[in-house]
Each structure stands twice: as structure tokens, then as C-alpha cells.
């Protein structure tokens, strides 16, 4: 993903789980960092103010607008704080995602493991696996 395109998903992302009221501080303090830097980097210049504005209010929409006002002003030679600053976004929001945590599994000689969710599976063991063959042997 180039570099604009990870900027204004970052920001999207960060919008829509504050919007949706499941965002940590961790990530509302991140958006807002990345936030103020764009707005730092478009300061001056109208039509990029307004595209930001318009972002934060309806970031399903405005998407275009203000990538087309960052193409215009991002240079990577001094940019990069706003790359490094939306890719911890999305870290923290994919850690902290709908599914993060969810699982956790030790499957140490385990046979026909499924992880996930809605799975069905049929199995049929006849015999132990090997480790378990020499448990039963010893005792």
C-alpha cells in the first residue's frame, strides 16, 4: 500500500472505531496523533483543511478528497512520521480488533485440531498417536 493510501485508511479506520465507541486510548490517542500531523502537513492550504474536515466527519465519503490533498503536499524524504504513526494505527487497531484475544490454544500432540469459528469436523482415531502409545505401554 503506498504510502497516502496507508494515511487515509489509517485515518478511517481510527474514525470509524472511535465512531463505533470501541476504540482504547491507545488507539484514540494514536488517531489523534496522526490526526494533528496531517492537519500540520495540509495547514495553509484550504482545500486540504476542508477534505480533513470532511474526512473526520464522514470518512466512508471523503476518502478521496483528502487523499488527492495529500498526493499533492506528501513528501517522503520528511513525511515518514505519518507513516510510522498510521501503520501503529493499524497495529493497534487489527490487536484490537473483533476477533483479537479470541483464541488462545495449546495443542501439544493434539489430533484433528480446528481453530475458528462454525467449524464441523468428523474424526475417527483408532489408535493413539505415538507419544500417547508409549504412555500407555509404560503403565
Known amino acids: ?6 494515511i487515509v485508511a489509517a485515518l478511517a479506520a481510527g474514525a ?15 488517531y489523534g496523533a496522526l490526526k494533528k500531523l496531517v492537519g500540520r502537513r495540509l495547514a ?3 482545500s486540504g483543511e476542508v ?21 499533492e503536499v506528501y513528501r517522503p524524504d520528511r513525511d515518514q512520521e505519518l507513516v510510522v504513526v498510521a501503520r501503529r494505527l493499524m497495529e493497534l487497531l487489527v490487536a484490537e480488533g473483533p476477533s483479537a484475544g479470541k483464541f488462545q490454544v495449546a495443542a501439544e500432540g493434539a489430533q484433528g485440531v480446528q481453530i475458528g469459528d462454525h467449524n464441523v469436523q468428523t474424526n475417527t482415531f483408532t489408535t493413539p498417536p505415538p507419544s500417547r502409545q508409549s504412555d500407555l505401554q509404560s503403565s
Open 51 to 71: 477534505a480533513l474536515r470532511g474526512h473526520e466527519a464522514t470518512p466512508e465519503t471523503a476518502g478521496d478528497a483528502l487523499h488527492a490533498e495529500l498526493v
Open 1 to 6: 500500500m503506498d504510502p497516502v493510501t496507508l
Open 16 to 30: 470509524g472505531a472511535g465512531a463505533k465507541g470501541v476504540a482504547s486510548d491507545a488507539v484514540k490517542d494514536s
Open 44 to 46: 495553509g492550504r484550504e
